[in-house]
């Protein structure tokens, strides 16, 4: 069965970076888009990022563009979302899913499986 089990969320100051992990299985990773999304209590869940399947193009969300970068490898079925200059309204728990098709359009409802989540905080 699908999964994807994401890691490396943690508490990071402003101005500072981290970088999560989404390790997936259970389907071939390399015909699939991938996307970010994340969840605040005040928000709700909001799409992040994207990337098409074999990595060629990426998309951002405006409010994370230019200081996020999605990156996957096909190779260890893993995609990746460096996260700098991170600012306090970044804190939420960021989910990593699979998308329906090879290319992504940065729609939420694109995606068929999500993870579990791991938590950002971003706090002085």
């Known amino acids: 069965q699908v999964q994807l089990v994401e890691s490396g969320g943690d508490l990071a100051q402003p101005g500072g970076s981290l970088r999560l992990s989404c390790a997936a299985s259970?389907?071939?990773?390399?015909?699939?888009?991938m996307s970010w999304a994340r969840h605040t209590p005040g928000k709700g869940l909001e799409w992040v990022s994207g990337?098409?399947?074999?990595?060629?193009?990426?998309l951002y969300a405006d409010s994370v563009k230019g200081r996020f970068t999605i990156s996957r490898d096909n190779a260890k079925n893993t995609v990746y979302l460096q996260m700098n200059s991170l600012k306090p309204e970044d804190t939420a728990l960021y989910y990593c899913?699979?998308?329906?098709?090879?290319?992504?359009?940065?729609?939420?409802?694109?995606?068929?499986?999500w993870g579990q989540g791991t938590q950002v905080t971003v706090s002085s």
């Open positions: 899913a699979k998308v329906r098709g090879p290319i992504a359009t940065g729609k939420l409802d694109e995606s068929d499986y």
């Open positions: 259970g389907f071939t990773f390399s015909n699939y888009a």
């Open positions: 990337i098409y399947s074999d990595g060629s193009d990426t």
